[in-house]
């Protein structure tokens, strides 16, 4: 029997609430396809923090031994803002060097967007977004700190070895999907990083040539994301503009309910992260109001992950099927509660009852069958 060893952090708000749904999503998936998981559950977040100060580096050798994690949400009102999210998201992301950020963004049959003209005939493209590097790597200093000459720097860390590793995994992603990758940059305005950046993929573009090359600005990507979605097939950007765009990529696929992500470490070093893009929510939390489908979603990244396919394409054809039933993406009047869309999805795949062919070339199966890098 093929069994992964998974740790559960679902973390603050409505966090334990929608693992709770993938949870129960797990199990049916694990029945149906013959894998079993040993699940290690890791508190973590703002009351663990609170009570006994603990934050990511304390758990890092338990989550070590795992080959992959589920991951809530973290934030809590009754924290300082950047605590936690420095303490766990990105503390996970840069030490566990999980340097793809794989964000999907396509609109599912049945689920509501608010820009006209986009449907899931023309939305189904995938953000591959830098998760290590670039300002996030919290290098900055400031002088004369309250005083009118305050001055700050806040810097961002572009190498070649970092860029090239995301580059090349999304090239492999657009060689399993339409072939065509755009790099979004600011290299008319932040040339340094820009060139490297350009140099770069237009390098590694001689590696894969059945892939086309593009390139597009930050600021034009905004404008052609939700006017002409289908322009874009893999998309590979630096980290604080893959922030930004995933945002307006969850808005065009209708919401943060159902946008997922994957933040793979590419080299198996350490565990990859699976997590929804939707953050802690606390003002809704415990009231059921929260959709669980952007954490079923991950699970299902997840086990498209660690090679379970079947299972990852069954469980985003049952989600699927399910949203598109909701009445509305989240609050009380979605038509049921987080625990019973997670019961429902689950049940839809222990009984197999869900049309994989409603999802042309699901991600979840093209990160199971990655192609091999290119790179010597
Ligand atoms: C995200 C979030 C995080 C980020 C925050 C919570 C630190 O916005 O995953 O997109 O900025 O990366
Ligand atoms: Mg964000």
Redesign the pocket.
Known sequence: MRTYKIAVMPGDGIGPEVVAGALAVLKAAEERFGFTTEKRHIAGGANDYLKTGKLFADYADELSECEAILFGS??DPRVTPGIL??GY??AM?QDFQQSA?VRPVRLYPGVETPIKNVTPENCDFVIV?E?TEGS?VGQGSTVHEGTPNAVAMQESLNTRQGIERVVDYAFRLALGRRKKLTLCHKTNVLVAAGKLWQTTVNELAKLYPEVSVDYCHVDAMCFHMPLDPARFDVVVTD?LF??II??LGAVIQGGLGVST?ANVNLEGTHPSMF?A?H?SAPDIAGKGWANPAGSVLSLSLLLGHLGEGKAAAAIEAATVRVIGELKAMAGPEMGLNTAEIGQRIAELVAAGDYDTELIPDPLVSTLATLPASRRG
């Open positions: 973290m934030g999210e420095r998201i990105l992301r950020n977004r998760n996030y980290n893959g922030d995933t945002d992500s997590e893009i953050g």
